[in-house]
């Protein structure tokens, strides 16, 4: 049963019954992205997913979701980065399909 925390009683301290973050549309892109907390160092990252509603990034978004709370909502393996880039990390960061098969194959 989820305690609550003095400061806020509707806050609780079981991490199962938050829900998972949101597949949404990046600002400016025809991108779909998901941003992930870490539980352990509250660090922030942001997956990009492919193509807005495209089977592909939705179906990659659910791995992710799954390698993360699998791992107690510890951030998953960073997947590529477009060289030189400091801007979220990118399943596919050329776009291809292909990229984005070879990723779900080795991680799901």
């Not at 806050?11 to 829900?19: C, E, G, H, L, Y």
């Not at 597949?23 to 942001?46: E, H, M, N, S």
Request: aromatic content about 8%.
């Amino acid at each position: 049963m989820p305690t609550t925390t003095a400061r806020n009683p509707r806050k609780t301290s079981d991490t199962s019954t938050k829900s998972p973050p949101t597949y949404r549309r990046r600002p400016g892109y025809d991108q779909a992205i998901v941003t992930l907390t870490d539980a352990r160092t509250k660090k922030r990252k942001d997956y990009w997913l492919g193509p807005f509603d495209s089977p592909e990034s939705r179906e990659l978004y659910h791995c992710i979701i799954a390698e993360w709370e699998a791992n107690g909502r510890r951030l998953p393996a960073a997947p590529n980065r477009p060289s030189g880039s400091n801007g979220p990390f990118s399943i596919a960061p050329d776009g291809s399909r292909q990229a984005t098969a070879n990723w779900l194959v080795s991680h799901c």
